[in-house]
């Protein structure tokens, strides 16, 4: 199955600000996207994302262990959200070295178990993560039904100039 991203510009330039934005003892922001699923084809999806809520400062751990920890409170308030919207919750955090985003591997340990609660509580809803840093974007989808990720074929940039970000067929 071939899962394609997209996001207005906008509202990715709206993300990558308040990732940006230094906290008192955490070295990364996160943050929640929103999005709907479609069909984009026979054996094609696209998620449009639709809304982006920051974390706020208190919801984060002092770990200094870990980039970024965030609370159970964190986690409730983005299935909260999930019920809320009736759309799926995408983890988002931003890593600023160079190259195509990767998860490291405490990210590959750590924020699937939060996507899964994400899909308990919208089992109709594509759900995942989002990994920026400053000139490109990754997504990994977990679809309806699904209990593996996929990495997005593409996440597409809406907006003057359009972009488009290769995804796992890209080298």
Known sequence: MNVKVRITRKLLSDVRADLLRPHPYASERVGFLYGRLGKAGVDSRLVLITNYVPLVDCRYIDDPRSGARIDSQAI?????????????????HMHHWPG???????????????????????????????????????????????????????VSVIGFPIKVFGGRDRE
């Open 76 to 92: 409730r308030d983005a299935m909260q959200g999930v019920l809320d919207r009736g759309e799926g919750g995408f983890h988002v």
């Open 100 to 154: 195509r985003p990767m998860l490291s591997r405490m990210d590959t340990e750590e924020i699937p178990p939060v996507v899964a609660g994400l899909r308990r509580v919208g089992l109709a809803h594509a759900h995942g993560i989002v990994l920026l840093h400053a000139e490109e974007c990754a997504a990994w989808v977990w679809l309806p039904g699904s209990d593996e990720a996929v990495e997005a074929m593409s």
